[in-house]
C-alpha cells in the first residue's frame, strides 16, 4: 500500500475497524490489522524513541508523523490460504513497503488478538509491539504463547510488547460475534 | 506447482534435501519443506485411509499416487518477507494447487521442525501430520507449542501428528550447522 498520513489512535482504528467490516461484509470473519510507523524524518528529529510515540498513541494524543505502511484482513476464503489471516497480510505489506524484512520501527494495531501463527509472524518481523482490542476467541493467542515461554527462557529471539487495548474490546468484540451469530442462524 | 510423483520418503528426502542445499547456495538458511498426497484415485478405492499411507511411507515402503503437491524452501532475504518459510511457502503453494485453504488430506514434510508461525499454519490448513528432520535449532518450535498446549485443553482445534524423522536429524542438522559457520567465518 502506499503510506496513509494518520493524527491518532482514533482515526487508525476507525480505519481498521471499517477495514474489519468490509471483510465481514465479505463474508470472511471480521478482522483487520495495519503496521503503523512514525515517519523516520520525525523520529530522527526528536529526542523521542518509537516507545514513547507509542505511549503517547495509547493516550489518544495527536502524533507528527504516524503512518500507516501496511494493512490486511482476512482473506482466507477469498484467496484460498489459510495464513491470510489480517496480521500476516499487514506484516507482507509493510515488509513490501519497507523493502525490508524487519519491521523493527513499526508497530502492528490489530482488532483481534494475534493467533500463534500471526505471533510468530510478528516476532520473526521484529515488530516493536502490538495492540490489540479483543482478546483471542478461543483457544490460545499471541499473550498465552508470551506468557507461556517468557523472555528469560529465550524461547524466542524477540520478545515484542503487547497491549491489550480494552477501551476497543467491546466493540471489536462485538463484531466478532454478531458475524458468527449470524453464520449460524443463516 | 504441478504435481510431481514420488514412490517413497527416500526419493521425497533426496528432493527436499537438494531445494534445501539449493536455499543455502543462494544465502538463505538451508530449509524446504513439501506438502504430499496420496491421489485421490487411489487413496478412494482402497481399504487404507490417509494414516495407514503414511505409516507406509514412514516405513520406506512404496506408494501409489503419492505426489508432492506444495514445496518452499526459506526466500526471506531474496522475498524481504519474514514470513516467507519454506512451510508456510509450501503450504501456500499447495492450497494454490488444491484450490482450497484446508489440506485435510495431505502431510507436510520438513528438514527443521516447524517454527510457531509455520506450527501455527499447518494447524490452519488442517494439515494431517508433520514429519521432520532437525529439530528446532534454538528457542520453541512446534512440538513444544503442542506438548504446552495438549489436545484436551482445546488450545487449537486441530492437532496434527508430529514424527521426527530421527535417521534423517544428522544430515538435516549438519546442513545447517555447516551453514551457519560458513556465515561466521565469511
Known sequence: MNS??????????????NMAAEAGACDEVP?????????????NNTD??????????????D????KIIGK??????????????????????????????????????????PCIMCGGA????????????????????MKTLLSQNPGQTHAFNHYPELHHLTEYENQASEMLRSFFRLKRTV
Chains 1, 2 share one sequence.
Open 72 to 113: 490486511g484482513t482476512n482473506q482466507i476464503l477469498d484467496k484460498k490460504d489459510p495464513t491470510a489471516h489480517g496480521e500476516l497480510t499487514a506484516i507482507r505489506d509493510a515488509c513490501k513497503y519497507q523493502n525490508s524484512e524487519r519491521l523493527t520501527n513499526s508497530f502492528l494495531i490489530t482488532t483481534l488478538e
Open 4 to 17: 496513509n498520513s494518520f493524527k491518532n489512535i482514533f482515526e487508525v482504528s476507525d480505519y481498521i475497524f
Open 31 to 43: 478482522v483487520a490489522s495495519a503496521v503503523c510507523t512514525i515517519d523516520p524524518d520525525v523520529l
Open 122 to 141: 510478528v516476532i520473526l518481523s521484529r515488530l516493536n509491539s502490538v495492540l490489540f482490542f479483543a482478546p483471542a476467541l478461543k483457544g490460545i493467542g
Open 63 to 66: 502524533l507528527k508523523g504516524l
Open 48 to 61: 523521542q524513541n518509537l516507545n514513547d510515540f507509542i505511549h503517547s498513541f495509547l493516550r489518544g494524543e
